[in-house]
């Protein structure tokens, strides 16, 4: 490494202080914490993701967001040239570098890690950083940090987009590294011209049903709002009315968004009795969650919950039907051979009655790890992977080598009979590639997708929660000294430490009919997640209680003053 180079990196270092006593760690979606003890971090990441685009030549991302977090927390994380998450390989590292005590500390993992990865560190080649944020108020400050880390590196450049969703970011990286536009207006007119495709080729006999094509969509008070808001002037056919935009003085994530409304199932702020039986949906607070939602009756706060697990089944029924559409034998003699390996994939949190429902309709269910990085992964094996977790994150992925047949496949169709129900079904399936993220869940684009699929049925969000009856589940959290303490395997389903505590868990669950429980420590908060499924409220809820007391005995605090 340069001199120049190595004290820019000593100097840039020194300026900011890790916090004592707490180690960071990247985690399910990148570093969060409360936002006072960021700084440091963020800095950091954003040297790493420097030395991240040095290494691959493109240009990559760095997102400041702590999503469904309390507004006084705050996080980091960097997109990958592809749109996807940080490839895991460097997420030790990241680990490293935000612990390491002291300038020179810092100085000496970096050196290493240029070393071994054999990044071009000479200051003659550039990096590139897109950078975003969400409407958190230490927002700001953090992105400064950044752009200071990532100043110190020679040759490179951060790009500030301003306030975006996180899908957004995603998206423009992955497009500026295809060479495609980049910008907002590009992300809004790709997805809303996309939108009104599908909609064009709605058929006729439900176009004409009376279908209410007005949604109410809950903004979390953050950044998904505000955009929705620009997005919706581009629609016809929609009307999204939309609530807690974060203009209204609301808090974010207080009481609203996709993770109050999944996890509580209670109706969120802005929502009244007025709206009973209206369809409505919520973001979280970086937009790259969607759930649905009806209220039931105007006289208790329940609601009728439609989470990612009903997004996905949807998706994967459209997408399904359009493929045997498409590949239905016909008199033409064409090239209708390459059927399509079509994937879904879930986490241990899916209700156990949408995989039986998936599984029954004929589809392969893969399980992975909660989080993103992990379901993306699965999905990206397929011509056409579909992933949901049951928050409400996911999207559908095609893969190139599906899309570029497709396409012949339409210009054949184009050719030989136009307007034909094959060449529709071909027309929507790369309208739904094209309107849906292919870097990232993304609520904005899966709003669209939903809206588009419910409008192409005639379907009521009655008729589309009725695909399958949920089993009931109950979520918990447990506060425990030391989260890490719990090892799982099997996809999270399986507590392979502390020792004995499966065991516990087996036999409290084998009380219950249809029962089904498991715990992981949480990656983006400091907790144990308990989560149980039975054959009643009550049975589920009883389940993840003694479950949580169980975690409580093992690893919590009063175990440790024992
Ligand atoms: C049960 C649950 O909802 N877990 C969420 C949550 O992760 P945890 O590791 O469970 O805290 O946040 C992640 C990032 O948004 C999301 O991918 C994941 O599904
Ligand atoms: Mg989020």
Not at 200 to 217: C, F, G, Q, R, Y
Not at 365 to 387: C, N, R, S, W
Not at 444 to 472: A, T
Request: one cysteine or more.
């Amino acid at each position: 490494m340069k001199e120049e180079q190595r004290l820019l990196l000593l100097h840039s270092s020194s300026l900011f202080f890790p916090p004592q006593g707490v180690k960071l760690s990247y985690g399910t979606a990148g570093f969060r914490a409360d936002a006072s003890i960021l700084k440091s971090t963020v800095h950091r990441v954003g040297i790493l993701a420097a030395l991240r685009s040095l290494k691959t030549q493109s240009v990559v991302g760095l997102m400041i967001t702590a999503s469904h977090n309390k507004v006084t927390d705050n996080g980091v994380k960097i997109v990958d040239p592809s749109g996807g998450m940080l490839t895991q390989e460097w997420e030790p590292f990241a680990d490293q570098l935000a612990s390491a005590q002291t300038p020179e500390a810092f100085l000496s993992l970096i050196t290493e890690f240029v070393e071994k990865e054999k990044i071009p560190l000479d200051g003659v080649q550039s990096a590139e950083i897109l950078l975003g944020r969400d409407t958190r108020p230490s927002g700001e400050s953090l992105l400064e940090a950044a752009k200071q880390g990532i100043s110190s590196i020679l040759g490179a450049i951060a790009l500030d987009l301003g306030i975006l969703t996180t899908p957004q970011l995603h998206w423009m990286v992955r497009a500026r590294n295809k060479g495609m536009k980049a910008t907002e207006p590009a992300y809004f007119e790709q997805i809303s011209s996309s939108f009104r495709c599908l909609v064009d080729l709605i058929p006729n006999e439900t176009k004409s049903s009376k279908m209410d094509n007005t949604v109410v969509v809950d903004g979390a008070d953050g950044v998904g709002g505000e955009k929705l808001e620009v997005l919706k002037s581009m629609l016809t056919s929609l009307v999204i009315e939309v609530r807690n935009t974060g203009k209204g003085g609301g808090l974010l994530n207080d009481g609203v968004g996709a993770d109050y409304v999944q996890k509580e199932k209670v109706v969120p702020r802005g929502f009244c009795s007025n709206d009973v039986g209206l369809r409505c949906a919520s973001l979280d607070g970086d937009a790259d969650r969607l759930v649905y939602f009806s209220l039931p009756t105007s006289s208790s706060r329940k609601i009728d919950l439609v989470d990612g697990d009903k997004i996905l089944s949807l998706f994967a029924l459209f997408i399904k039907e359009q493929l045997s559409i498409l590949t239905k034998e016909g008199t033409e003699k064409l090239d209708n051979s390459y059927h399509a390996r079509l994937g879904v994939i879930q986490t241990a949190y899916a209700n156990g009655a949408s995989t039986d429902y998936l599984k029954e309709s004929g589809l392969e269910v893969i399980f992975t790890p909660t989080g993103v990085k992990h379901l993306h992964e699965k999905a990206a094996q397929f011509d056409i992977g579909i992933y949901f977790e049951a928050n409400g994150h996911g999207t559908i992925l095609f893969s190139e080598s599906w899309l570029s047949w497709l396409e012949a496949r339409n210009n054949e169709l184009g050719l030989a009979s136009e307007g034909s129900e094959q060449q529709k079904a071909a027309l929507r399936l790369l309208s739904v590639s094209k309107l849906i993220n292919q870097a990232v869940g993304d609520a904005l684009s899966c709003l669209l997708l939903v809206e588009v699929i419910l409008q192409h049925k005639g379907w009521s969000i009655h008729k589309w929660n009725e695909l399958y009856q949920d089993l009931p589940s109950r979520q918990l959290k447990v506060k425990v000294v030391d989260r890490t303490a719990v090892a799982t395997a099997n996809a999270e389903t399986v507590a392979i430490s502390p020792p004995g505590i499966q065991e516990a868990i087996d036999a409290e669950t084998a009380k219950y009919p249809k029962g089904r429980c498991f715990i992981r420590p949480s990656g983006t908060e400091d907790v144990i997640r308990v989560y149980a499924e039975a054959s009643t409220q009550e049975a589920a809820d009883s389940l993840a209680g003694s479950v949580a007391k169980i975690v409580d005995r093992f690893l919590g605090f009063s175990s440790s003053q024992q």
